[in-house]
């Protein structure tokens, strides 16, 4: 009589089979969670940079045109307010009033500090509420003078989306100083 052969698996052979597919899963759903993690994070990133270099280049732009400051405004009420130049559509040069604040807001249950521009009658924010951690614009005026030099700021901002683990923030520091006045 002829011996039959087993073809099939045992339980013991089925259950490292198992283990092994799970382990190599589980290798695979970690390096796609991480690298989906290190996407978003640089993603937020970028974005708040983005936002930073807005609000930067902007401040930047009408610091260079200031003409005159208001210095009872910043005195009293902490607002940076000032003149600055501003080209026409038709051409030319036309001064502007443009002011700076930074306004407390709520939306939902997010709470924080907007940056509020003003030139003349028209309002803009740069962003969404609570993404303006800290803020200081501070015009220095020149030595035993009441001619205006430069105008300090620092500026810190959280992303608007937090992502896993903290949200990104970032700092801006520097001096500005106006073309028309050098």
């Not at 401040?59 to 005195?75: A, M, P, V, Y």
């Not at 969404?128 to 005026?141: A, F, I, S, T, Y």
Request: glycine residues 8%; charged residues 25%; positive net charge.
């Amino acid at each position: 009589m002829k011996k039959l052969k087993k073809t099939g698996m045992s339980i013991v052979e089925i259950m490292i089979v198992a283990a092994l597919a799970s382990g190599v899963f589980l290798v695979a759903m970690n390096l796609m969670n991480s690298t989906t993690r290190s996407f978003k994070k640089g993603s937020d990133l970028l974005n708040t940079q983005v936002l930073m270099e807005s609000i930067v280049e902007q401040l930047r732009g009408d610091i260079r045109n200031l003409i005159s400051i208001d210095w009872d405004k910043f005195e009293k009420e902490g607002l940076l307010s000032f003149q600055a130049t501003k080209k026409k559509a038709s051409g030319g040069l036309e001064n502007v009033t443009i002011s700076y604040s930074l306004k407390e807001e709520t939306l939902g249950k997010k709470k924080g500090k907007t940056l509020i521009r003003r030139e003349g009658n028209d309002l803009t924010n740069f962003h969404g509420v609570g993404q303006v951690e800290k803020m200081v614009l501070k015009p220095l005026r020149k030595k035993s003078s009441t001619d205006f030099h430069c105008v300090i700021i620092f500026l810190t901002i959280f992303s608007d989306e937090k992502g896993e683990g903290s949200a990104s923030k970032l700092s801006f520091g520097g001096r500005f100083f106006s073309k028309f006045l050098e």
